[in-house]
């Protein structure tokens, strides 16, 4: 599985983007997709999944309700809508893809990483 993530930029506080993390290579129905974030000098921490084949979406506390995440099985690509956006919402964004039956919220349960895509709010 290859992951490539794009359209991160820099907004405005308030403003809002949207990230597409396009899938190839062998896909999964049963895959959880999942977004984490990393900001300088931070851990990364999880920020939303889905699961391919199946409704059910998950969110951290710091994002839900201005982030949404969604999936276009025809393009084999999942989006991560973010609204609302903040200045602790800076950080390189990674897609990542978890093939086994762990949780979605660690990292460590992803098998599969995009490179990152750099999303700067200003204030």
């Known amino acids: 599985v290859q992951l490539q993530a794009s359209g991160g930029g820099l907004v405005q506080a308030g403003g809002s983007l949207r990230l597409s993390c396009a899938a190839s290579?062998?896909?999964?129905?049963?895959?959880?997709m999942g977004w984490f974030r990393q900001a300088p000098g931070k851990e990364r921490e999880f920020v939303a999944a889905?699961?391919?084949?199946?409704?059910?979406?998950w969110y951290s506390d710091s994002v839900k309700g201005r982030f949404f995440i969604s999936r276009d099985n025809a393009k084999d690509t999942v989006y991560l809508q973010m609204n609302s956006l903040k200045p602790e919402d800076t950080a390189v964004y990674y897609c990542?893809?978890?093939?086994?039956?762990?949780?979605?919220?660690?990292?460590?349960?992803?098998?599969?990483w995009g490179q990152g895509t750099l999303v700067t709010v200003s204030s």
């Open positions: 290579g062998r896909t999964f129905v049963s895959a959880k």
């Open positions: 889905l699961r391919w084949g199946r409704t059910g979406t």
């Open positions: 990542a893809a978890a093939l086994g039956p762990s949780s979605v919220f660690y990292s460590s349960s992803y098998e599969y």
